[in-house]
């Protein structure tokens, strides 16, 4: 009878995870209209010397608030101690205006791994340096070879889903020919 037990209750964990995957997530509310939450995460292993990766794109909709992590190498993995050494992450409107918003301030000093620290910010839009118009947080490697499988980057951000940015970027929309985009 214990294994009919079992069962039974590894099928409702079951059911439930199904559910939760298959359902839609439920909106966040922010100040000042409706928006949506998102959470991305991604290994940066491979990307170029020079290259960026345009992480979280939510033209034509701004970002109110995200907050951004990164694991990187860097020469000191103390508190406050030293930016990033590779991985920069910018945020603002591509095309438009991006400011790199890593720095020493956001070492947390937490490293498990030799060679890897962690590093976290939280950025609002129009504060802190910070564009008003906030639409894309992308990743560049500011470094001499390719990124490897310790740099990762995750992001959350509330996205205002109710009001679009009157003058967002195309994405290279009506600049050239062949541009399908």
Known sequence: M???????????????????????????????????????????????????????DTTPHGIAQAHIAITDSTTNCSAGAAAPSNVKVLVGQAG??????????????????????????????????????????VV????????TGINTVTASASVRVGEEIASWHQHGRDVGAGNSN
């Open 96 to 137: 438009v205006s991006l400011v790199s918003v890593m720095g020493a301030a956001t070492n947390t000093g937490i490293s498990t791994t030799p060679g890897q620290c962690v590093f976290h910010v939280t950025i609002n839009a129009g504060q802190g340096g910070v564009p008003n118009t906030v639409t894309d947080i």
């Open 140 to 147: 560049l490697n500011g470094g001499a070879s390719a990124l």
């Open 2 to 56: 214990k294994a009919g037990k079992h069962y039974v209750v590894v099928l409702v964990g079951l059911v439930i995870v199904g559910l939760a995957t298959v359902l839609p997530a439920g909106k966040a509310s922010a100040p000042g209209g409706e928006s949506q939450f998102i959470a991305v995460s991604s290994l940066l292993a491979g990307l170029a010397p020079g290259a960026v990766f345009p992480f979280i």
